[in-house]
């Protein structure tokens, strides 16, 4: 049985029998301050009649704080329990909004050799409850000045090795009445599996960050094994055809994680610029954070500097993700299973945490 808050408000119709009354059960219960801890056993205008049968087995699925942790610039990171397995979600404060970084698998399905999250193996894939429900908890704490206005699926998992829950999920946050967030504010972010690439780009007006990290195939397969089946080529192939196609607006970005001496040099800046010509796309340099034991290592302010002014002079809409909440282990790629006097560090507990970004 689906639970709120993912049924989408045609499906909640049905249910209700009218779509009068999906529409105020959905606003009042996104409008209430703080957020429910279940589904109330009254909902004003829809009836005792109708409402007391739809709850027999239903739940509210927000939720429960384990552990909440707040860096210096405001990101806050948050350890959430979904009966017993856990998960990070990172709510990040800008000027006049907040973004929250949901996660969509506990653990992950592929393994990026810099991305502490592959520590964990493949937990389970998260129910689009549990995606939305993240997203609602964080919203009810962003600040007043900030609301929380963007989601990006950037958190713990592969979206696209889900997606069929991450699609419902992009549904329900966006529907009307509410929370109804903007489809270009709401970005899911992939490793690049081609197949849930296509399908994504055909089915979803989200946004779409695609983690290169390398501008060639060689390179690339070293960080990101499953290159070797699907190749850069492909993956930029299916957003210049979705560029070419879509009559939409839809933000390409393009995420760079950089690595000292490995993919940072002037010859890649170069190589990236002739890669995404026709791709409308912006690119967001990362760099590395670190990560023991992978033998990488994070370039220097100047050389992301310069890798990034070279990318700027050629024409490319180029931003660098200084690290935000580093210090709280919210940084891309970091994670927390369980943290000694030293930093981060993986343990057996089923507690695990997010990569995220900034
Ligand atoms: N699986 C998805 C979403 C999770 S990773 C994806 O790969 O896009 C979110 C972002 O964090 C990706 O762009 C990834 O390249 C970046 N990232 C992962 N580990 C990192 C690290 N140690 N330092 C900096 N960025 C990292």
């Known amino acids: 049985m689906r639970h709120l808050p993912a049924l989408t408000v045609d499906e909640l119709a049905f249910e209700l029998g009218s779509r009068t009354r999906a529409f105020e059960a959905l606003k009042w219960l996104y409008a209430q301050r703080p957020l429910p801890a279940s589904l109330p056993d009254t909902v004003p205008g829809v009836s005792h009649r109708v409402w007391r049968p739809f709850l027999a087995g239903r739940r509210w699925q927000v939720p429960r704080v384990t552990e909440r942790q707040e860096s210096s610039d405001g990101t806050t990171k ?7 397995t856990s998960v990070e979600t990172v709510r990040i404060p800008a000027k006049g909004r907040s973004t929250i970084c949901v996660s969509s698998q506990a653990g992950c399905t592929r393994r990026c050799t810099f991305c502490a999250t592959k520590e964990l193996g493949f937990i389970r894939q998260l129910k689009a409850e549990e995606m939305v429900g993240q997203y609602l908890l964080a919203r009810s704490e962003a600040p007043p000045d900030a609301p929380a206005t963007n989601v990006v699926f950037m958190g713990m998992g592969e979206p696209f090795d889900n997606l069929d829950e991450v699609l419902r999920a992009v549904d329900c946050l966006t529907q009307s009445p509410a929370p109804q967030l903007r489809h270009v504010a709401v970005t899911v972010s992939t490793s ?104 990488l290592t994070t370039p220097s302010a100047e050389r992301v500097n310069a890798f990034h002014a070279r990318l700027v002079q050629r024409g490319l809409l180029t931003m660098v993700r200084w690290p935000r909440g580093r210090e709280i282990a919210a940084a891309c790629g970091q994670l927390v299973l369980s943290k000694d006097s030293s930093g981060f560090s993986p343990s057996t507990s089923p507690t695990v945490a997010s990569a995220s970004c900034g």
């Open 78 to 84: 948050y350890a959430l329990d979904f009966d017993g």
């Open 192 to 295: 690049g599996v081609l197949p849930g690439l296509k399908r994504f780009l055909a089915e979803s007006k989200a946004s779409l960050a695609l983690s290169l990290n390398a501008t060639t195939d060689e390179v690339r397969a070293q960080v990101m094994p499953q290159t070797k089946t699907w190749p850069i080529a492909s993956l930029l192939g299916a957003l210049r055809e979705d560029a070419v196609r879509r009559r939409f607006r839809r933000d390409y970005f393009i995420e760079y994680v950089l690595f000292g001496g490995l993919n940072d040099t002037d010859a890649d800046a170069d190589r990236l610029v002739a890669l995404l010509e026709g791709i409308p796309s912006r690119v967001n340099l990362i760099p590395y954070n670190p990560y023991p034991g992978t033998g």
